[in-house]
Structure formats: structure tokens, C-alpha cells
Nanobody, 124 residues
Framework: QGQLVESGGGLVQAGGSLRLSCVAS????????MGWFRQAPGKNREFVGS????????LHGESVEGRFIISRDNAKNTVYLQMLNLKPEDTAVYYC?????????????????WGQGTQVTVSS
């Protein structure tokens, strides 16, 4: 996988929504599992979501289940993270990542390419 570039972060009030995007360079985007993780200051990197190469299988972290939705558009080399009903505890830097394989996983050590991250701040 080539470079991963995230966008869409920002400041939002609690209860609001944001959609993050991650554009991947390189010709093989549709063969990779894509994922989102986040990291808040002083905390470990946390799994947010992962999606299979064809989009048919998704996995979301427990803390975001029912509020966040991961999706992808292989024609655009892009993976998205739709975030609804945001809470102050969702404040973090959100990272896009990729790995080879077919089955989404929640372990950051499985992933080999990472973007630079985009900041999401949720005010109360």
C-alpha cells in the first residue's frame, strides 16, 4: 500500500457528526483491508473500525458501535469513517491504516501502513 492521507477532522459540539476520509495512493487499494484507529493524549491507540477489501465485512470497536460507520469506495481509493452522535471522549487523533488479508481485525500490530492522522475534537 502506498501513502495514506486522512482528512475531515475538526472541532464539533457533542451530538454532532463528522465524516473522515482517507485516500490511498497506489494501484492495489481494493486488495487491502482498511482500518481506523484513534489515539487520545496519554492513552493507547484504540481500534475504531476495519473493513474487508470488497466492503462486505466490517468490524467496529465497542466504544463506537452503533455511532460510527466505516465504509469504502474502491473506485476512489478511499475509506470513510462516518461519526454520529459524537461525545467528548471521542476526542483523539484518528489514523487510517491498511493491511493485507481478507478478514478485518482489531489489533494495531496487524497493520503495516499508517497515515499521519487527523485531529477530531468534540466539545461538551
Amino acid at each position: 500500500q502506498g501513502q495514506l492521507v486522512e482528512s475531515g477532522g475538526g472541532l464539533v459540539q457533542a451530538g454532532g457528526s463528522l465524516r473522515l476520509s482517507c485516500v490511498a495512493s497506489g494501484p492495489s487499494f481494493s486488495t487491502y483491508i482498511m482500518g481506523w484507529f484513534r489515539q487520545a493524549p496519554g492513552k493507547n491507540r484504540e481500534f475504531v473500525g476495519s473493513i474487508s477489501p470488497n466492503g462486505g465485512s466490517v468490524l467496529h470497536g465497542e466504544s463506537v458501535e452503533g455511532r460510527f460507520i466505516i465504509s469504502r469506495d474502491n473506485a476512489k481509493n478511499t475509506v470513510y469513517l462516518q461519526m454520529l452522535n459524537l461525545k467528548p471522549e471521542d476526542t483523539a487523533v484518528y489514523y487510517c491504516t491498511s493491511k493485507a488479508g481478507l478478514v478485518p481485525t482489531a489489533n494495531a500490530l496487524d497493520y503495516h501502513s499508517w497515515g499521519q492522522g487527523t485531529q477530531v475534537t468534540v466539545s461538551s
